[in-house]
């Protein structure tokens, strides 16, 4: 079978360079061990290569579709959703106390690595249900709870999140959708929605959707929106019957076929029921919890593709014969067998910016989990170190993987030529799959102003030096090898550019000049995203090489030196381009401000 990812690679990054082990030692995950853990994802990855990745490429050929009414899917979501529940990928993260297995996030992210990489069409169905089932967990009563979340972690029922809206988009502040209260306490909605992933399929025989509306009379802007549960059926005590959320239709896209993405009117015959979740008003707040974990699901899609389409593009480098070395006198020997191309220089640069670009953007996701758990289990200035963490790298978690993770993917087409190109290759469908990626949950250019306008300022920066003391650390820890000192020298001097990066930009800021201060805000995305890899590759590398130092490693030698070569093409060919990017970035050139007199024609 071919492959779509590297247990090896996985396993490395989580229990030699993040440390699960010592996760697994809070009371909250004590049922858990390493040899549990690796039982869990073995499954995972055997349910993957069996029921996933056979029907990738297939679920592309026959796209989820809108006929008669109905969304038609192919018939494999069935199983997604059965099988989900079954091996815990629904509920299992949740606390035992509200039905689930507490599962360590980490580990839950790892899976769902696992299972976005085979197939990253079907994952969504489950994961939205997740997602939605954890909305009603943190803010519904116990009666949403009770009725909800059980069928909901077994994959009888689905979830959704329902927010956008055909004239608001991603200005929620716009939303229309109406709430209006009755007199039994629950509300009837009116309004519809759009691209709504896994909004309706017939393999579930509800779907529980949770959607922010404006009560009747609340006040206009973000701060007059609820959230509400809206089941597409309603329980009665003979079952189940149509609560007037209608199907509309079905998005047809240019990747992610296999995954609906519906149109659905709510109220049509003013008779949609919806029951409040929480307190009225506070429905965006509420919403953001999901939001935030679905960004760095987003992320880890991203580089579950990324990841696929490096393996495939791996094989085929192994497998192609074409063209001939260079010898060192500049010619080449035509009498000669051709050579495979993975023996040429730029097929060779253009792997190592996939391998590079993947594992690194996965050890991003990792830690930016690992940081999400720690912050459930500690206590005190513990907890919110950890929570400024996680809010600080959740727009590069999500950001990184989805743009350098489509660049990744465009070398894979091009080490197959016009074979790329061509439907006969899976690499032209990771290329369209991976594009929604920079879209979902609020585009690069949303969480690029959320970095900078919020994150980097929030809690006046103390965020920030947070992530400068971890990487500080990962620098300390790597001028223990003298290999690795160059690179840790290399770190340091990017964090002080980056400090120079910022003291510039925030100048605009204390003017007052925010449009200034904000317009290049997704060049800055790039610039400290590259940074925050760098840290991440050079604590991969400094575990490798202590691997190969004490001779105490799990993996081969060849494992160790690829993760240190990796790291050394990184610094090289990626972190090298901040440079540019910070003379961009305070450049006092402000060419992207409307002016009074309109330059673009």
């Not at 549990?36 to 990745?53: G, T």
Request: aromatic share 10%; proline share 2%.
């Amino acid at each position: 079978m071919e492959k779509y990812m590297n247990m090896d690679t996985l396993r490395f990054q989580l229990f030699d360079v993040l440390k699960l082990e010592e996760l697994l030692e809070y009371e909250h995950y004590q049922d858990f061990d390493k040899e549990s853990v690796n039982i869990f994802l073995d499954s995972i990855k055997d349910f993957s290569d069996q029921e996933l990745f056979s029907c990738f490429r297939e679920m592309d050929e026959q796209p989820a579709r809108y006929e008669d009414g109905k969304i038609i899917v192919h018939p494999q979501v069935k199983t997604m959703m059965e099988k989900g529940g079954e091996l815990g990928m629904i509920g299992g993260v949740f606390d035992y106390d509200n039905g689930g297995m507490q599962i360590p996030g980490l580990a839950f992210q790892a899976a769902n690595y696992i299972m976005e990489a085979a197939n990253n069409h079907l994952p969504g169905y489950i994961g939205l249900t997740t997602g939605a089932a954890g909305l009603i967990l943190a803010y519904g009563s116990q009666e949403l709870k009770d009725t909800y979340t059980p069928k909901m972690f077994d994959g009888k029922w689905g979830g959704t999140m329902c927010l956008t809206e055909p004239q608001a988009g991603s200005s929620l502040s716009d939303i229309t959708t109406t709430a209006y209260p009755q007199e039994d306490g629950s509300y009837k909605i009116k309004g519809q929605k759009i691209f709504i992933s896994g909004g309706d399929h017939e393999y579930c025989e509800n779907v529980i959707h949770l959607l922010l509306a404006r009560i009747e009379g609340a006040p206009s802007g973000t701060k007059g929106i609820s959230l509400f549960v809206v089941p597409k059926n309603r329980i009665t005590e003979g079952g189940l019957e149509g609560n007037d959320v209608q199907t509309a239709g079905d998005f047809q896209k240019m990747g992610q076929k296999g995954y609906c993405t519906t149109h659905l009117v709510f109220g049509e015959q003013d008779d949609c029921k919806a029951w409040l979740v929480g307190e009225e008003h506070r429905g965006l707040t509420y919403m953001f919890k999901m939001m935030n974990e679905a960004r760095i699901g987003v992320g880890r899609g991203a580089v579950a593709i990324a990841s696929a389409a490096y393996h495939a593009s791996l094989q085929y480098a192994n497998e192609r014969p074409q063209g001939r070395k260079i010898e060192n006198d500049g010619k080449k020997n035509v009498d000669a067998e051709q050579t495979l191309i993975i023996n040429h220089p730029d097929v060779r640069r253009m792997l190592l910016s996939q391998k590079a670009i993947y594992e690194g953007a996965l050890s991003l996701t990792l830690q930016s989990a690992l940081y999400h758990d720690l912050s459930r289990v500690t206590e005190g200035e513990e907890k919110e170190k950890y929570h400024l963490l996680l809010e600080l790298l959740t727009p590069i978690t999500k950001t990184y993987p989805s743009e350098k993770g489509r660049k990744s993917i465009d070398n894979g087409l091009q080490i197959l030529g016009g074979y790329g190109f061509c439907t006969d290759f899976v690499l032209q469908q990771y290329y369209r799959d991976i594009r929604i990626f920079s879209l979902y949950e609020g585009t690069t250019g949303i969480q690029s102003l959320d970095l900078l306008a919020r994150k980097i300022t929030m809690n006046n920066g103390r965020a920030l030096q947070l992530l400068v003391a971890e990487m500080q650390e990962a620098i300390e820890a790597a001028m223990t090898y003298d290999e690795l000192k160059p690179y840790a020298t290399a770190l340091g001097n990017k964090m002080q550019l980056s400090q120079q990066v910022l003291t510039h930009l925030l100048g605009y800021a204390m003017k007052g000049q925010y449009q200034e201060f904000l317009a290049d805000a997704t060049i800055f995305m790039e610039f400290m995203g590259t940074i925050v890899i760098a840290w991440q590759w050079l604590k991969l590398a400094t575990v490798a090489k202590e691997a190969l130092v004490t001779g105490q490693g799990s993996y081969t030698t060849d494992f160790y030196e690829s993760n240190i070569h990796t790291m050394k093409f990184f610094y090289k060919y990626e972190l090298s381009r901040t440079t540019g990017l910070a003379d961009i970035l305070m450049s006092g050139d402000m060419l992207t401000i409307l002016k009074e007199k309109e330059l673009i024609a």
